[in-house]
């Protein structure tokens, strides 16, 4: 009986260690390495990118992104909502218009098929705006 109690006793004071060690191993690690942000220098190349024939827009709570967008007469702008409310990137001519976009999801508008400037805005959050330039 003495061994035994004596067995008991040290399980029990090595108890609260064993648990705290076990459950420090258990805790799972939600801080998953996914961003692979690397640091690297971007270099400064001079020559201008060529204007592109497609583009997209993200729809933020409560910017647009990028706000100033130049692509090639005709380009079909990919707009997707990453907010949490719905937007739209309307056009103030009325030349395009994506309408409520919910967030999450996805619309297209086409560019102009002329060059010039046309700024946009959210019609629900005209502190929302935007230019859409072709070139
Ligand atoms: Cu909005």
Same mark, same amino acid.
């Given at each position: 009986?003495?061994? /035994?109690?004596?067995?008991?006793?040290? /399980?029990?004071?090595?108890?609260?260690? %064993?648990?705290? *060690?076990?459950?420090?191993?258990?805790? =799972?690690?939600? !801080? !998953? $390495?996914?961003? #692979? @942000?690397?640091?690297?220098? !971007?270099?400064?190349?001079? @020559? =201008?990118?060529?204007?592109?024939? @497609?583009?997209?827009?993200?729809?933020?709570?409560?910017?647009? !992104? =990028?706000?100033?967008?130049?692509?090639?007469?005709?380009?079909?702008?990919?707009?997707?909502?990453?907010? $949490?409310?719905?937007? #739209?990137?309307? +056009?103030?001519?009325?030349?395009?218009? #994506?309408?409520?976009?919910? =967030?999450?999801?996805? +619309?297209?508008?086409?560019?102009?098929?002329?060059?010039? +400037?046309?700024?946009?805005? *959210? @019609?629900?959050?005209?502190?929302?705006?935007?230019? %859409?330039?072709?070139?």
């Amino acid at each position: 009986m003495r061994p /035994l109690l004596r067995a008991a006793t040290l /399980l029990l004071a090595a108890g609260p260690v %064993l648990t705290g *060690c076990v459950s420090s191993f258990m805790v =799972p690690g939600p !801080e !998953e $390495t996914g961003s #692979t @942000a690397a640091p690297s220098p !971007e270099p400064s190349s001079p @020559a =201008p990118s060529p204007t592109p024939f @497609a583009g997209t827009v993200a729809m933020r709570d409560f910017s647009f !992104e =990028p706000a100033d967008l130049t692509v090639r007469p005709g380009t079909v702008v990919t707009v997707t909502n990453t907010g $949490t409310t719905p937007h #739209t990137l309307t +056009a103030q001519d009325g030349t395009f218009d #994506t309408g409520p976009v919910a =967030p999450g999801a996805t +619309a297209t508008v086409t560019a102009p098929s002329q060059p010039g +400037a046309s700024s946009y805005l *959210c @019609a629900f959050h005209h502190f929302m705006r935007g230019t %859409l330039t072709v070139s």
